[in-house]
């Protein structure tokens, strides 16, 4: 699979940081049954791994990934958890190659021209920009795409529902991170009727 093929899915995936294992597969099922197959679990938490398990081997609509892959230690316990991509929030050649090595397709993170420029050079032109709003935002993606008319990006931190279609609007944005589609307070309280309805609207966003 190439990364870019997730765009392929849906305008939104969503950045999930889970506490609880006992959460993970409802939580899954909530967002597949809003629309929203692609979902990239991050290594934030002590059950993460274990979470990307459960949902690959109990949710089979979803496309399970990982997110804050930092290195190919990361990347090669993702893997065998069996998920089906990679994020990372930086881009450096290691984390590069290990994810070439295991056959791990990796969506990785930049913020800067010679970030893009790095990630180009060992093959990658679908790429993470994060944090997106703090980094520049949409006038940064604008001048990305003079130097950078081959690159597609992924547009990750701090985007709302609001202002995720002016991203999507973006002829290089391809697709959005987002973590609004699930909120902390809505996972502890376990609503997944509201997970579900927050899905349902990032489906409905415009391209």
Request: with cysteine; charged share 15%.
């Amino acid at each position: 699979m190439n990364t870019l093929e997730l765009a392929a899915h849906g305008p939104v995936i969503p950045v999930i940081v889970i506490d609880r294992l006992e959460d993970a597969v409802p939580l899954a099922e909530a967002l597949v049954a809003g629309g929203v197959k692609v979902l990239e679990v991050t290594l934030r938490t002590p059950v993460a791994l274990q979470c990307m398990e459960a949902i690959a081997r109990s949710v089979p609509d979803a496309i399970v990934g990982a997110g804050t892959v930092r290195n190919g230690v990361d990347a090669k316990a993702v893997r065998e958890a069996g998920c089906h991509f990679a994020v990372s929030p930086g881009y450096t050649p290691e984390i590069g190659r290990a994810c070439q090595d295991l056959g791990l397709p990796l969506l990785p993170g930049v913020a800067t021209a010679s970030e893009v420029m790095t990630a180009n050079a060992d093959g990658y032109h679908f790429l993470k920009f994060f944090p997106a709003t703090a980094a520049g935002g949409i006038p940064l993606l604008k001048a990305f795409s003079g130097p950078f008319p081959d690159v597609a990006f992924c547009p990750t931190g701090g985007i709302t529902v609001e202002t995720a279609p002016q991203f999507l609007a973006l002829p290089n944005v391809k697709v959005c991170g987002g973590s609004w589609l699930t909120p902390s307070e809505v996972v502890k309280a376990r609503d997944w009727a509201a997970i579900t309805r927050l899905a349902q609207q990032a489906s409905a966003l415009r391209r």
